[in-house]
């Protein structure tokens, strides 16, 4: 079995989607596990921007089947406009299929999603208001809506009605906030399901035939391990498991996996609240946003910068099982006079550690030691030759690679397909 799990290394916004669509070229399958539509990402191809969120990015090869897993969660209502832009922009989606145990985000799961994060006043943890974290815990609570009921009408209607019930009684009593109406929900949502109802299949069946044949497979992760519920950053996470989570969310077995690329910027980023022990609140800061064009693709969120961080680096790298490393956005840093890198965390007590502490009362504490290396100015923007590079960029690839211990499988100079340097070929080391 040949699969490669493509996986982000910080807050998410890594650059995913392209490292995704550049690596499905070799690939007959990209199957996404987890996440919903607050996870945007933008991929160029010979200067066209498509901009995704529920869609794999591997839809950009027609040829492939590209998949939504069960351990999506789908907003009927986000993936019919979604493949209509998509469409109007040339992308054939004779090749794509959903899971019919995807669950299905409906309204009250965004109403609920906003309520949720108002009642928590200055202790927000900063969702994007999609109802991804609601939906997750309907399912958890066994009243989740799956595509398959979606589509069966009758299902649709008796489900739909049990939890309208229930959570307007939570909309009126405990949020003092207007119920929804089934009427309303039921007509446009049963609609949505019947434009989806072609795609939808047994996709864990389809994997695991195209895997037993030899088929290559890439699977794709959503947001970042440093976002993972068990992981990550908690409780300022989301609501599902980049780390691992392409066995259950796909419905295949661990041993289909051959290698796991997890991507990086060269700088770090997030969106929403929680710690970020390298944030850059200066000029250099704002530099960085500018030049990397750091925007939420579903938000438009200006996002939080920070210098790399290879203690989240290794962190990531252990819990995920990281073989391979694709950097990105290495071009957003010319035209620093210095680049820093965290090494480890110094505590008040001034003991040095190297792992990512679970207590954020802990990590409050931490501060970041640094190396610092010296920057460059020339534009590395386009530059696919490293031999061209400035020295100094050279070197600070190989002091990530010294900090990391891992391979490069490519490194990006630009959002671009063609902006992408090959080191290593995955499918065939």
């Not at 945007?40 to 897993?69: C, F, Q, W």
């Not at 309208?164 to 909309?171: G, H, T």
Request: proline share 4%.
């Amino acid at each position: 079995m040949t699969g490669v799990v493509v996986v982000g290394m910080q807050w998410g916004d890594e650059g995913k989607g392209k490292i995704t669509d550049f690596l499905s070229q070799k690939t007959q399958i990209v199957a996404r596990y987890q996440g919903g539509d607050n996870a945007g990402h933008t991929v160029e191809v010979d200067d066209k921007v498509y901009k995704m969120r529920l869609v794999p990015s591997g839809i950009l090869n027609s040829e492939k089947i590209a998949m939504i897993g069960n351990g999506v969660v789908v907003n009927p209502q986000s993936l019919v406009k979604e493949m209509a832009a998509l469409k109007e922009q040339g992308v054939s989606f004779e090749n794509f299929k959903i899971s019919n145990r995807a669950q299905v985000i409906l309204p009250y799961h965004i109403k609920l999603d906003g309520l949720q994060e108002e009642s928590k006043g200055q202790h927000k943890i900063g969702t994007t208001n999609r109802g991804i974290g609601p939906a997750y815990m309907d399912k958890v609570a066994r009243v989740g809506i799956r595509m398959a009921d979606l589509i069966e009408k009758d299902t649709f209607a008796a489900k739909l009605k049990a939890n309208l019930e229930s959570k307007n009684r939570e909309f009126t009593q405990l949020y003092h906030s207007e119920p929804l109406e089934f009427a309303d929900i039921f007509a446009e949502y049963y609609e949505y399901g019947q434009q989806l109802r072609p795609y939808v299949w047994d996709t864990s069946k389809i994997l695991n035939e195209e895997l037993t044949k030899g088929s290559k497979v890439l699977f794709e992760g959503a947001q970042g391990i440093m976002l993972d519920i068990d992981h990550g950053t908690y409780p300022f996470v989301t609501s599902s498991n980049p780390v691992g989570g392409f066995t259950a969310g796909l419905g295949v077995g661990p041993t289909a996996i051959k290698r796991v690329v997890g991507v990086a910027k060269a700088y770090t980023s997030r969106v929403g609240a929680g710690p970020f022990p390298t944030e850059l609140t200066d000029d250099t800061g704002d530099f960085i946003r500018d030049a990397g064009h750091e925007y939420g693709v579903v938000t438009k969120r200006p996002r939080r910068i920070g210098w790399l961080d290879a203690v989240v680096l290794k962190h990531a790298q252990r819990v995920a099982g990281i073989t391979d490393l694709a950097l990105n956005s290495i071009d957003v840093l010319s035209g620093l006079d210095e680049v820093k890198i965290c090494t480890g965390y110094q505590l008040p007590n001034g003991q040095i550690i190297d792992e990512y502490p679970a207590s954020l009362n802990v990590l409050d504490q931490c501060r970041p030691v640094y190396v610092t290396l010296p920057g460059w100015q020339e534009p590395l923007r386009g530059l696919t030759d490293i031999t061209k590079w400035p020295q100094a960029a050279r070197n600070y690839l190989e002091k990530i690679k010294e900090l990391t211990n891992l391979d490069f499988v490519s490194v990006s100079v630009g959002p671009n397909r063609d902006e992408t340097i090959v080191l290593k070929d995955i499918w065939e080391n």
